[in-house]
T-cell receptor, first 111, second 115 residues
Framework: LAKTTQPISMDSYEGQEVNITCSHN???????ITWYQQFPSQGPRFIIQ???TKVTNEVASLFIPADRKSSTLSLPRVSLSDTAVYYC????????????FGKGTRLSVIA | NAGVMQNPRHLVRRRGQEARLRCSPM?????VYWYRQLPEEGLKFMVY????????ESGMPKERFSAEFPKEGPSILRIQQVVRGDSAAYFC?????????????FGPGTRLTVT
């Protein structure tokens, strides 16, 4: 499994765009990049998944450069309710394989 | 359609007692995963079960921990003779057993405190 590195914590003001970068230098050809969000006292929740270039959904965007050695989760106009831990997962996961979590990035949104 | 349910949400046990954590997967899901999360850490995989079968228990401690997912009823994670180091949040996730990563759904967790 590819090792991932992401910032331990980030602070942002409400209304700003937040970009969280994850490094995964030894990503394998068939690995996907998946981001999960975990609110305090809750289980993780899937946010977005991508393989290359750009993926966008109603929650976030995921930017993946051509070499795929890093990826950036972009949260537009964050609110206080976006305060959570964000995990970058890299691997060939599926509905029937265990997920591998790192320590994640603790995002604090300030009013 | 109810999500993954776990109970109890909070459990306090004295050292040496047994802890039983229950997980009811989403309707139609036959695959269950248990993860443990220590404070300020990410989730660590413990065990993966299908109905009546343990598929992967590579993350389970060799002693005192066991898990089951019977044909009827919830999946149960059992910790015998608990120690303070077992204090953690235990999360269960379920899936239909195929498809994409985002088809794994997590419950709210059980927070175990060993005194």
């Amino acid at each position: 499994l590819a090792k991932t590195t992401q910032p331990i914590s980030m602070d942002s003001y409400e209304g700003q765009e937040v970009n969280i970068t994850c490094s995964h230098n030894n990503i394998a050809t068939n690995d996907y990049i998946t981001w999960y969000q975990q609110f305090p006292s809750q289980g993780p929740r899937f946010i977005i998944q991508g393989y290359k270039t750009k993926v966008t959904n109603e929650v976030a965007s995921l930017f993946i450069p051509a070499d795929r050695k890093s990826s950036t989760l972009s949260l537009p106009r964050v609110s206080l309710s976006d305060t959570a831990v964000y995990y970058c997962l890299v691997g060939h996961f599926s509905g029937n394989t265990p997920l591998v979590f790192g320590k994640g990035t603790r995002l604090s949104v300030i009013a | 359609n109810a999500g993954v349910m776990q109970n109890p949400r909070h459990l306090v046990r004295r050292r040496g007692q047994e802890a039983r954590l229950r997980c009811s997967p989403m309707k139609g899901h036959s695959h269950v995963y248990w993860y443990r999360q220590l404070p300020e850490e990410g989730l660590k995989f413990m065990v993966y079960l299908q109905k009546e079968n343990i598929i992967d228990e590579s993350g389970m401690p060799k002693e005192r921990f066991s898990a089951e997912f019977p044909k009827e009823g919830p999946s149960i994670l059992r910790i015998q003779q608990v120690v303070r180091g077992d204090s953690a949040a235990y999360f269960c996730a379920s899936s239909v057993g195929q498809g994409q990563t985002y088809e794994q759904y997590f419950g709210p967790g059980t927070r175990l405190t060993v005194t």
